[in-house]
């Protein structure tokens, strides 16, 4: 196991408090409490990724326009969270973790893949195309590049703008797992309330983005 999977296992990586506190609500925005009252838990039970980042307001509504984008893109929802745990558990990202569990229960996982996702893919019957996505996850935490034999059977599985997409998926992915645990964003109490990845919640995040680009015009 690796040491950051082993660090989210005992649970020493959500111990300590948040090196950034998230906005209090008398400091939202107006954009942004409307994202949160589209966002799962709400205004009452905002999302700490949410909160926190929105502290650099310059960067958080690129960022989030950019997250939206690959969420709804070429890759199927089972590869996408394929990539999302299995680049969470190589992190020891408790947050990315929780949250996107229940995504991929929504997107038709069982239990026991789920927790197949956290052990070494050879111990599970995956598919051929669901192995290639573990491995290609692994290659590139652990190399910072794809094989060439792993690249021709990505060549097989997916299309180029697949290609590109998974790729930029793994690397997202890591960035918002490095900047939850080093900023230490705590999970929300209590069960996930839906989810930030519905078709409501994209759209609205794509207006708000491009409104606030015309009026920086």
Known sequence: MNDAAASHRSGKASAALPRISPLRSSEWSAPLRLLLTLAPGGTARPMNIFTTLARHKSLFWPWLAFAGKLLAGKLSAR???????RTAYRCGCDYERRHHRDIALEAGF??????AIERDPKEYGWSESDRLVLDVVDELHADNRISD???TRMRVQFSETQLIELVMLVGHYH???????????????????????SPAFLRAVRRMVLKGKRRSA
């Not at 590869?79 to 745990?85: A, G, K, T």
Request: glycine content about 6%.
């Open 110 to 115: 069982r239990e026991e893949e789920l927790d």
């Open 79 to 85: 590869h996408r969270e394929l990539v999302i745990l």
């Open 149 to 151: 034999a792993t690249w």
């Open 175 to 197: 960035m918002v797992a490095f900047t939850l645990n080093a900023l230490r964003v705590e999970v929300e109490p209590g069960e996930p309330n839906g989810h930030a990845q």
